[in-house]
Nanobody, 120 residues
């Protein structure tokens, strides 16, 4: 049974940091590209960051230099370190898995999301 479980969200002040975690099970983690998406109220879901099993990364322009994606293939876990958070980063953050053989396809598996709220 496939499971993707995000954690680490919460309320943080502008300029603060959070680290999101995504624990995956039920599929061969190393054969998947892992992505983080986010969706703010009233907005479309946005791809934030992605990392291949080999460590190649991509980031949305809106978060470049502030967020870092990383993964631990031994633990089947992917992280999103978020620094210098802004109110506009407020969203539900989702972790998703894409088969590495079709890296540009939509995700096969999704987590349930974790809320991040940036507010003073």
């Amino acid at each position: 049974q496939v499971q993707i479980v995000e954690s680490g969200g919460g309320l943080v002040q502008p300029g603060g940091s959070l680290r999101l975690s995504c624990a995956a099970s039920g599929f061969t983690f190393s054969r998947y590209v892992m992505r983080w998406y986010r969706q703010a109220p009233g907005k479309e879901r946005e791809l934030v960051a992605a990392e291949t099993s080999a460590g190649s990364t991509n980031y949305a322009d809106s978060i470049k230099g502030r967020f870092t994606i990383s993964r631990d293939n031994a633990k089947n876990t992917v992280y999103l370190q978020m620094n210098s958070l802004k109110p506009e980063d407020t969203a539900v953050y989702y972790c998703a898995a894409v088969p590495a053989i079709v890296p540009l396809s939509p995700p096969t598996y999704w987590g349930q999301g974790t809320q991040v709220t940036v507010s003073s």
